[in-house]
């Protein structure tokens, strides 16, 4: 069997350093040789592990044929955005694991797996590279129509290519001063560079989508008024930007960050950079960041560089309740922490943070667990154990246990069904939302996802949307 093929990647010591890319695209050789390892199964389970179903054999068969143009087409069929699904996209748990390469009864993808998300960013970025742009699929007949789309993030952005690729005029509104969601404020440039997601949204513009920033739906203008305004139809891509916290004594002591707000200010508002860019953020000697998830790693790695630019030598700490295997965080960040000296403890439960005299946190009052049978999320359930009471010194605390609804819009419009978590509750067939002509998608149904799920469920919402214009 010949070995997987991996991109390269820059040293640990160097990239702690800055917040430029850490792994590498392909090199055409690369990506020959990786693409020559897959085996062209008759019937391919990849493809059925793809939340948007890419034709998976068919890109890399492409790609042995060196037919670059077919494959980026063959994922654009699909996705709308390749170079940053295969930056960012967690194979490991998707096509990956239905490789079968993949050995059975594990919970994610065997090393031999084949690198299928690499080869899509090969494949992006030849298409970027290349200038190669999709062409629209216009139909006369429904571009006297105009759509609103709320939200820029990969649910937005998607369901406006869709529509615009169709020809229905598209505005997207955006709350934040930038575009992209959390592609822009939470996904750290190390592991997706902002030009890309410029590169992405400038396609759509030039498609004809509007962009309209710093105009929040439910406080600038609400629903009702873009549908006076003339808007035929809705989407709502809201995401899932609410915090969670841990709910325990001192957590409102200083320097506790929501993991949200702490990326916000680096990647967003270039707080690295202060005082050049005008915020500010602090950087402790001792930071502890509590959660298993993308955004945890991406809060520890981005907090590790933040310690290295200001000459503090680094000491940044995970704490997980569960153990390595149940970490929901893609395994490449995992392994890259890890690389970059990240310290990582599990089965640990926080329980009280402790202050100083002026309200700054110092230290973390913990419990250690063991896990007892799976619960509702399939993995297995931490307990704590009584007594085992430990203390983690820390001047920094990134929380980082999960997001949810934000619900400026939803609270002004009782029209709009939400669930118990404040979700927006829709026809899972069409995407429509209890209010008729309003759709929605991406992590504001059924909460935190992937950026491929929030992108299938924009394509579908998409499809019915143009589906109804043309009925009109
Ligand atoms: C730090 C972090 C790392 C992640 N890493 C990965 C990863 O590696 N791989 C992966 O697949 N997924 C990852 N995810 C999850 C993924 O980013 C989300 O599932 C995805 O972004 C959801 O897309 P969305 O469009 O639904 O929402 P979002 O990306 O949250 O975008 C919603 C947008 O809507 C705007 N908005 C909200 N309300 C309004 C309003 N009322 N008016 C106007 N605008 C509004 C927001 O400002 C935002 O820009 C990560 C998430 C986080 C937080």
Redesign the pocket.
């Known amino acids: 069997m010949i070995e997987a093929v991996l991109p390269k990647e820059r040293r640990p010591q160097e990239r702690i350093n800055d917040f430029g890319e850490v792994v590498s695209t392909y090199s055409e050789e690369e990506a020959l040789k990786e693409a020559k390892r897959c085996f062209q199964c008759s019937n391919p389970p990849c493809i059925l592990g793809c939340p948007v179903g890419i034709d998976i054999k068919r890109f890399i068969y492409q790609i042995t044929q060196k037919d670059y143009q077919g494959a980026y087409f063959t994922i654009r069929e699909k996705n709308n955005f390749p170079s940053i ?1 295969g930056r ?3 194979a490991e748990y998707q096509c990956r694991k239905a490789c079968i390469l993949t050995k059975k009864g594990l919970s994610f993808a065997s090393e031999q797996a084949i690198n299928i998300h690499f080869l899509e960013r090969f494949i992006g970025d030849w298409g970027i590279e290349n200038r190669i742009d999709v062409l629209q699929n216009k139909n006369e007949k429904i571009s006297k129509f105009k759509v609103a789309v ?8 998607c369901c406006a290519g869709e529509l615009a690729r169709a020809g229905v005029k598209v505005v997207v ?4 001063h930038k ?9 750290p440039s190390f ?1 997706l560079s902002p030009q890309i997601l410029d590169r992405e949204i400038d396609y759509l513009a030039k498609l004809g989508v509007e962009f309209v920033t710093n ?6 203008k609400s629903l009702d008024e873009l549908f006076i305004e003339g808007f035929h139809k809705i989407f709502l ?5 609410v915090p969670s916290f841990l709910g325990i004594a001192g957590e409102n002591l200083c320097n506790i960050y929501s ?2 707000e702490f ?1 916000t200010r680096i990647n967003l508002m270039c707080a690295y950079n202060f005082p050049q860019f005008h915020t500010p953020i602090n950087v402790g000697r001792n930071i502890v960041v509590i959660g298993g ?3 945890a790693m ?2 520890a790695r981005s907090a590790l560089r933040l310690q290295k630019i200001n000459g503090i030598s680094p000491n940044v700490t995970v704490l997980y309740r569960r153990t390595e295997v149940e970490m929901p965080a ?1 395994r490449l ?1 995992i392994e890259h922490a890890k690389e970059e000296g990240v310290n990582f403890r599990f089965l640990v439960q926080p329980k009280e943070f402790i202050g100083d005299e002026n309200g700054f946190v110092k230290k973390l009052i913990c419990l250690e667990c063991k896990l007892r049978e799976p619960d509702s999320s399939g993995r297995r359930r931490p307990v704590e154990i009584e007594d085992s009471e430990f203390e983690v010194k820390c001047d920094l605390v990134i929380v ?1 246990i999960g ?1 949810l609804a ?1 619900q ?2 939803t609270k002004v419009t009782p029209q709009l069904k939400t669930d118990k978590y404040k979700d927006v509750v829709v026809d899972t067939e069409t995407m429509q939302t209890s209010i008729r002509n309003v759709y929605a ?4 149904v059924g909460g ?7 992108m299938g469920m ?1 394509k579908k919402a998409a499809t019915h949307i143009i589906t109804g214009l043309k009925r009109e």
């Open positions: 699904c960012i996209c967690p709320v939200g820029s993030g990969p649910a937005g952005l509104f955006e709350g934040l575009l992209g969601g959390v592609l822009r404020y939470g996904i592991r105009c929040i739906i439910g406080k600038t891509g809201l995401g899932a930007g993991a949200n990326l998830g993308n955004t991406d809060a893609r960040e980082a997001l934000n400026i819009l998608g991406g992590d504001i935190e996802g992937t950026v491929i799920e929030a924009a």
